[in-house]
Protein backbone atom coordinates (compact mmCIF):
# COMPACT_ATOMS: atom_id res chain seq x y z
CA UNK A 1 0.00 0.00 0.00
CA UNK A 2 1.23 3.38 -1.04
CA UNK A 3 0.36 6.86 0.95
CA UNK A 4 0.36 9.78 -1.19
CA UNK A 5 0.27 13.30 0.47
CA UNK A 6 0.06 16.56 -1.39
CA UNK A 7 0.97 20.02 -0.54
CA UNK A 8 1.81 23.52 -1.45
CA UNK A 9 -1.26 24.52 -3.54
CA UNK A 10 -3.04 27.82 -3.01
CA UNK A 11 -4.18 31.22 -4.52
CA UNK A 12 -1.91 32.64 -6.73
CA UNK A 13 -2.23 35.84 -9.95
CA UNK A 14 -1.53 35.01 -13.44
CA UNK A 15 2.07 35.08 -13.84
CA UNK A 16 2.93 33.75 -10.10
CA UNK A 17 4.57 30.90 -9.17
CA UNK A 18 3.41 27.59 -7.13
CA UNK A 19 5.82 24.32 -6.03
CA UNK A 20 3.59 21.75 -5.12
CA UNK A 21 4.87 18.52 -3.36
CA UNK A 22 3.54 14.87 -2.98
CA UNK A 23 4.78 13.11 -0.08
CA UNK A 24 4.95 8.91 -0.33
CA UNK A 25 5.00 6.72 2.29
CA UNK A 26 4.61 2.87 2.56
CA UNK A 27 6.54 0.99 -0.52
CA UNK A 28 9.91 1.52 -2.04
CA UNK A 29 9.03 4.70 -3.83
CA UNK A 30 12.37 4.85 -5.56
CA UNK A 31 11.17 2.47 -8.60
CA UNK A 32 7.92 3.75 -8.84
CA UNK A 33 6.72 6.06 -11.50
CA UNK A 34 5.19 9.19 -10.86
CA UNK A 35 2.73 11.77 -12.47
CA UNK A 36 0.69 14.45 -12.02
CA UNK A 37 -2.96 15.15 -12.65
CA UNK A 38 -5.73 17.89 -12.64
CA UNK A 39 -9.41 18.25 -12.69
CA UNK A 40 -10.35 21.22 -13.10
CA UNK A 41 -14.31 22.21 -12.51
CA UNK A 42 -16.77 20.67 -14.73
CA UNK A 43 -13.97 19.04 -16.34
CA UNK A 44 -12.33 15.92 -17.09
CA UNK A 45 -9.16 14.78 -15.46
CA UNK A 46 -6.09 15.57 -17.31
CA UNK A 47 -2.54 14.36 -17.15
CA UNK A 48 0.11 17.20 -16.25
CA UNK A 49 3.22 15.52 -16.03
CA UNK A 50 5.28 12.13 -15.28
CA UNK A 51 8.86 11.46 -13.97
CA UNK A 52 10.63 8.14 -14.59
CA UNK A 53 12.35 6.62 -11.35
CA UNK A 54 15.27 7.87 -11.43
CA UNK A 55 13.95 11.58 -12.44
CA UNK A 56 16.18 11.97 -15.91
CA UNK A 57 12.68 10.71 -18.06
CA UNK A 58 10.44 13.11 -18.21
CA UNK A 59 6.92 14.12 -20.20
CA UNK A 60 4.92 17.17 -20.25
CA UNK A 61 1.21 18.27 -21.86
CA UNK A 62 1.33 20.65 -24.37
CA UNK A 63 -0.78 22.79 -22.39
CA UNK A 64 2.07 22.90 -19.29
CA UNK A 65 5.16 22.44 -21.35
CA UNK A 66 8.09 25.57 -20.53
CA UNK A 67 5.98 26.12 -17.91
CA UNK A 68 6.11 23.43 -15.44
CA UNK A 69 9.14 21.14 -14.26
CA UNK A 70 8.78 17.44 -12.50
CA UNK A 71 11.20 16.47 -10.14
CA UNK A 72 11.62 13.95 -7.55
CA UNK A 73 14.35 13.26 -4.72
CA UNK A 74 14.12 9.55 -3.96
CA UNK A 75 15.94 10.23 -0.82
CA UNK A 76 13.01 11.67 1.05
CA UNK A 77 10.52 9.78 -1.63
CA UNK A 78 9.20 13.03 -2.92
CA UNK A 79 8.12 14.40 -6.34
CA UNK A 80 7.75 17.86 -7.02
CA UNK A 81 5.60 20.04 -9.48
CA UNK A 82 7.31 23.86 -9.97
CA UNK A 83 4.80 25.47 -11.71
CA UNK A 84 5.71 28.85 -13.54
CA UNK A 85 4.08 31.49 -15.59
CA UNK A 86 0.42 30.23 -14.31
CA UNK A 87 -2.62 31.22 -16.34
CA UNK A 88 -6.29 31.07 -15.03
CA UNK A 89 -6.58 27.74 -17.24
CA UNK A 90 -4.04 26.06 -14.83
CA UNK A 91 -6.98 26.19 -12.05
CA UNK A 92 -7.81 22.86 -10.59
CA UNK A 93 -7.15 20.25 -8.02
CA UNK A 94 -4.12 18.59 -8.75
CA UNK A 95 -3.17 15.26 -8.15
CA UNK A 96 -0.20 12.82 -7.83
CA UNK A 97 -0.28 9.35 -8.62
CA UNK A 98 2.32 6.30 -8.23
CA UNK A 99 2.58 3.53 -10.98
CA UNK A 100 4.41 0.52 -8.96
CA UNK A 101 8.12 -0.68 -10.15
CA UNK A 102 7.57 1.32 -13.29
CA UNK A 103 11.38 2.36 -13.66
CA UNK A 104 12.10 3.64 -17.22
CA UNK A 105 8.62 3.41 -18.10
CA UNK A 106 6.40 6.85 -18.21
CA UNK A 107 2.70 6.98 -18.13
CA UNK A 108 0.21 9.60 -19.51
CA UNK A 109 -2.51 7.48 -19.16
CA UNK A 110 -4.45 7.74 -15.71
CA UNK A 111 -5.70 4.14 -15.48
CA UNK A 112 -2.34 2.94 -15.30
CA UNK A 113 -1.17 4.32 -11.86
CA UNK A 114 -1.90 2.43 -8.73
CA UNK A 115 -2.04 4.63 -5.99
CA UNK A 116 -3.39 8.35 -5.65
CA UNK A 117 -3.31 11.13 -3.87
CA UNK A 118 -6.16 13.39 -2.22
CA UNK A 119 -5.58 16.25 -4.11
CA UNK A 120 -4.57 19.72 -3.74
CA UNK A 121 -6.40 22.94 -4.85
CA UNK A 122 -4.58 25.70 -6.88
CA UNK A 123 -6.72 28.59 -8.14
CA UNK A 124 -5.02 31.35 -10.36
CA UNK A 125 -6.71 34.42 -10.42
CA UNK A 126 -6.24 37.09 -13.45
Known amino acids: QVQLVESGGGLVQAGGSLRLSCAAS????????MGWFRRAPGKEREFVSAVAWRGVNTVYADSVKGRFTISRDNAINTVYLQMNSLKPEDTAVYYC???????????????????WGQGTQVTVSS
Open 97 to 115: ASKSSSYYSLYTDANAYNY
Open 26 to 33: GRAFSRDG
